[in-house]
């Protein structure tokens, strides 16, 4: 999967849980990643209509299906976290076929008991994804569980992308140790709009020679913040002369913001040196 990235940009997917509230999910009693083995046609759909849009790549509906997460989670589901993380992988590579990646997501609070992460990635390796995704992470949860993949046999061979929703003060410090812990692609989703991604996209570039991420939410509302889709496809050519080579949208976001991230990195071509 990481030798794609060298041929141009790559689109991912949008916000899974913002779609799933449109159909429904109420986040006061239940949880997304469940939604894997009690309604997955919804997942399908959402999925469907992200390839439809131009994605490259998924992320499997698993973010907090981890043991700390479903234990968290209103509807306590952490009996089922190997059940929910297969089907999650399962109903992803369904839509995305053989031809397009599936990337196992794996959320912040696997971040936060040690072991977690591992036996979550462990099942995502298993069950066939592509790559390894830890997203809308903290510094030091992110530092600690990429140690720990790349420690075991099961996942350390396994393309390890890894997203923080807040980097430290000292941004390049932290990039550089990501990488050399072992993080194949660095970047950031979530909170942060894509004005505000693109400010800790130029210092992450100085810093280190790996692929970098940008998935960043929207503001809906906010007069400040012009988050439609004509706008995330206007930073497509800012982002990959910064060495960005995924890109998607995170909350708020949807397939339309994915169909105008696909448009703008079919226009803007192969990079040419990717800095």
């Known amino acids: 999967m990481l030798a794609e990235l060298d041929r141009g940009p790559m689109v991912l997917d949008a916000g899974m849980g913002t779609r799933l509230r449109d159909r429904g999910l109420n986040l006061a009693v239940d949880d997304p990643a469940p939604w894997s083995l009690d309604r997955p046609a919804d ?9 439809d849009a131009g994605s490259r790549a998924l992320l499997t509906n698993t ?11 209103k509807s306590v589901r952490r009996g089922d976290v190997e059940a929910i993380n297969r089907a999650g992988v399962r109903l992803a590579r369904q839509i995305a076929g053989d031809s397009r990646f599936v990337l196992g997501d794996i959320g912040l ?6 072991g977690a992460a591992g036996e979550q990635a462990a099942i995502l390796v298993d069950a066939g994804v592509d790559a390894l995704i830890l997203e809308t ?19 350390s061979a396994a393309p390890l992308i890894v997203s923080l929703w807040r980097w430290p003060e ?7 140790r990501l990488a050399d812990a072992g993080a194949d692609v660095i970047g950031i ?3 942060p709009p ?3 991604a693109l400010a800790i996209v130029r210092r992450l570039a100085g810093a280190v020679a790996c692929p970098l991420l940008v998935k960043p939410g929207v503001a809906p509302g906010d007069p400040e913040e012009d988050s439609t889709p004509a706008a995330f496809a206007v930073a497509v050519p800012v982002l990959v002369a910064h060495n960005v080579r995924m890109i998607g949208g995170c909350c708020g976001t949807t397939e339309a913001h994915i169909a105008a991230l696909a448009a703008a990195c079919a226009n803007h071509g192969k990079p040419e040196n990717p800095l």
């Open 43 to 51: 997942i399908l759909e959402i999925h469907r209509r992200d390839i």
């Open 63 to 73: 973010f907090g299906a981890d043991r700390v997460g479903l234990s968290l989670s």
């Open 109 to 114: 609070t696997a971040g936060t008991e040690p």
């Open 137 to 155: 992470f903290l510094f030091d949860n992110a530092i600690a569980a990429v140690k720990e993949l790349r420690a075991s046999a099961s996942t």
């Open 170 to 176: 000292a941004v390049e410090d932290a990039a550089r």
């Open 189 to 191: 989703n979530c909170r």
């Open 194 to 196: 894509m004005h505000d």
